[in-house]
C-alpha cells in the first residue's frame, strides 16, 4: 500500500497505519490519549478516531477496558480495524457520521453507553477559516458553521451520568469549548499546552464529567520543548508512553 505508512507511537508500542497524506497523527493525539482516565471495565469511546490512535494509546496501559472507534470515513475506519488487530485490541469501529442523531442509532452508538469520551474534533469551521485543498485533510479538519457545539453535544450524549468527556483543540477556541461544555458538563478541568517557556499556549486539553457541577479547575500547563528545540523532558516522557497527564 504505497498510500499508506506504518508508524510507531508511544516509543513503539503502538503500530499505527495511517495515510502517507492528508491528516496524520501526531502530539495532539498522544497528549489527548495521556489525559484519558481509563479505568478497568470502562466503555471508551474514541469519537472522530481517524485511524484509532488516539484510542489504541489509551488501550495500550488498559486493555481491560472496552473501545469503541467512531470514524465517518470508511477507509480510515478499515485502517483503524487493521491497527486494532495489529496492536491487539478487540476494539469495536463504529462508522457513522456522530453530528446524525439517527445515523448514530442506526450504526448501534446507544446514548449514555459510555463511561469516557476522548476525542480530537476539527479545528476549523464552515466559513471562519479557509479549508485546506486536500480533501482528506479538509475533512478531517473542518467542521459545518457552529459544528462544535453539535460535536460536543453528540458526544455527551453517548456519556453515561457521570461519564467523562476529554477533549483537545485549539487554544484560540477555548471560549468555543468553555461554550459548547456550559450546561452540558462541570468539574471541568483546563490545561494549556505551549510550545515553549514563554510562548503563547497552542493547544488546550478540556475535560468534564456529565451532570457534575463542580468548579472549573485550571490545571499546570505542559511546556513541550526546551530552549534546545527538543521536549522537555516531561513531555518526551510522554511520547514515550512512560508518563501520563491525566
Known sequence: MDDVTTD???????????????HRAGSDAVLLAASAPVRPRDVVIDVGASTGAVGLMAA?????ARFVFVERDRDLAELCRLNCRANGISGEVVVTDVLDPAARLAA???????????TNPPFLEEGRARLSPDRGRAAAHALPSGGLEAWVRAC??????????????????????????????GGLSLRFIHPAEG????????????GSRAPLTILPPLILHGPDGRFTPRAAAIHRGEAWLS
Open 156 to 185: 455527551v450524549s453517548l456519556l453515561k451520568p457521570k461519564g467523562r468527556l476529554v477533549l483537545i483543540h485549539r487554544a484560540d477556541r477555548l471560549a468555543d469549548c468553555l461554550g459548547a461544555a456550559g450546561g452540558r458538563l
Open 8 to 22: 510507531s507511537l508511544l516509543d513503539g508500542r503502538v503500530s499505527l497505519l495511517q495515510p502517507r497524506k492528508g
Open 60 to 64: 495500550a496501559r488498559a486493555k481491560e
Open 199 to 210: 510562548e503563547p499556549a497552542i493547544r488546550l486539553l478540556l475535560s468534564g464529567t456529565k
Open 108 to 118: 448501534g452508538l446507544q446514548p449514555e453507553s459510555a463511561d469516557l469520551v476522548l
